[in-house]
């Protein structure tokens, strides 16, 4: 059982910058690839960034590239998204989740079966 908590979120100004962590509670971290998504208040959970096992291949949402860079420590078993530039329509619960299912693609991660999630964490961006 893995399990995954998620630290970093709360307000930011728009165009502001946010830096979420994802800690994972087993040292077989570096077997997952691992995903970021966020759900915003009334809206369907949407994909955000995935990045492989070794962190060698990674893959964004549209909306969020050139922004956001996904990134992982695999010796201290977190995940991190550093999110730049941020609008008023990112608001939305941030969580992540660990697949065991090998993905180095945008589709890979963004339909991959997810084994474990995190509780989510906050990000605020006032309009």
């Known amino acids: 059982q893995v399990q995954l908590v998620e630290s970093g979120g709360g307000l930011v100004q728009p165009g502001g910058s946010l830096r979420l962590s994802c800690l994972a509670s087993e040292r077989t971290f570096s077997r997952y690839a691992m995903s970021w998504f966020r759900q915003a208040p009334g809206k369907a959970r949407e994909f955000v960034s995935g990045?492989?096992?070794?962190?060698?291949?990674?893959d964004y949402a549209d909306s969020v590239k050139g922004r956001f860079t996904i990134s992982r420590d695999n010796a201290k078993n977190t995940v991190y998204l550093q999110m730049n530039s941020q609008k008023n329509e990112e608001t939305a619960v941030y969580y992540c989740a660990a697949t065991s299912y090998y993905s180095a693609t945008y589709e890979d991660f963004a339909l991959a079966v997810y084994d474990y999630w995190g509780q989510g964490t906050q990000v605020t961006v006032p309009s």
């Open positions: 990045i492989s096992w070794s962190g060698a291949n990674t």
